[in-house]
């Protein structure tokens, strides 16, 4: 008798019927799975959490990576040979959106070396509800790099919009925006991407929804008190 059963994973197929072209979901396999299994998890530890979503930020930093140009490049290798290779093209820098999205600039920094971060906080007007901008800080050539916009849950998309709105209005074409998060549902996806057809999506599952308070579902709860306060 085995001690383990193993089974096959349920990996769930992304529905790609409604998913616009700009949208691109890290490969949905078993390990995938795993890892936002452990961090949905709601008796998982706040110690766990920080570990495995940071697996999964730095997977999706790699994927968001994979849409920026390069150009052709020759090296000579220490066998004397040429090899005819690409080179990275333009200088990137991250932006998250605050507070959840600083959790992701460990990653980005894992990966890019030396790599210039902005800041933006968006938080809804009391008055109005709509998002509103209370502070943004950014590299002042920004309008010359390509941006990793980072935030962790694409929710209702509102926060998201405006982000690229301001970005937009520092001068950075929305075709240079790389969007880069954690779960998605399908409702932002589609008020996002109508938006913002050329501003590449790069998420690691797409969720069933939102409920009346716009939670993702399943989701994982407030991804900011989970990471920083539970
Ligand atoms: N932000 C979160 O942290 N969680 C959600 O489910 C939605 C927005």
């Not at 197929?13 to 799975?33: C, G, I, M, N, Y």
């Not at 890892?35 to 959490?49: H, N, P, S, V, W």
């Not at 200088?91 to 800041?119: P, T």
Request: proline letters at 7%; a neutral charge.
């Amino acid at each position: 008798m085995p001690f383990l059963q193993l089974i096959s994973p349920q990996i769930p197929t992304v529905r790609k019927d409604f998913l616009p072209p700009s949208v691109f979901t890290l490969p949905q396999t078993a390990q995938l799975e795993a890892l936002f299994t452990i961090i949905r998890d709601k008796e998982t530890t706040r110690g766990d959490f920080l570990f495995y979503s940071d697996r999964i930020i730095r997977l999706l930093v790699e994927e968001g990576l994979n849409h920026l140009p390069v150009v052709k490049k020759s090296v000579v290798t220490p066998t004397g040979s040429t090899y005819d290779g690409v080179g990275f093209e333009g200088k990137i820098c991250g932006v998250s959106i605050l507070r959840a999205g600083e959790a992701m600039e460990a990653g980005l920094r894992e990966v890019c070396r030396s790599v210039r971060i902005g800041k933006i906080l968006i938080q809804r007007d009391e008055e109005t509800t709509l998002p509103k901008l209370f502070y943004s800080k950014f590299p002042p050539d920004i309008a010359k790099r390509y941006v990793l916009l980072l935030d962790p849950m694409l929710a209702t998309g509102g926060s998201a919009m405006k982000a690229v709105e301001v970005l937009r209005e520092h001068g950075v074409p929305e075709e240079r925006i790389i969007f880069i998060n954690l779960i998605a549902s399908p409702e932002g996806l589609k008020t996002f991407c109508s938006k913002h057809p050329q501003v590449k999506v790069i998420t690691g599952w797409i969720d069933q929804g939102l409920n009346e308070k716009a939670y993702i579902i399943p989701g994982l709860g407030d991804f900011g008190e989970r990471r920083y306060c539970e």
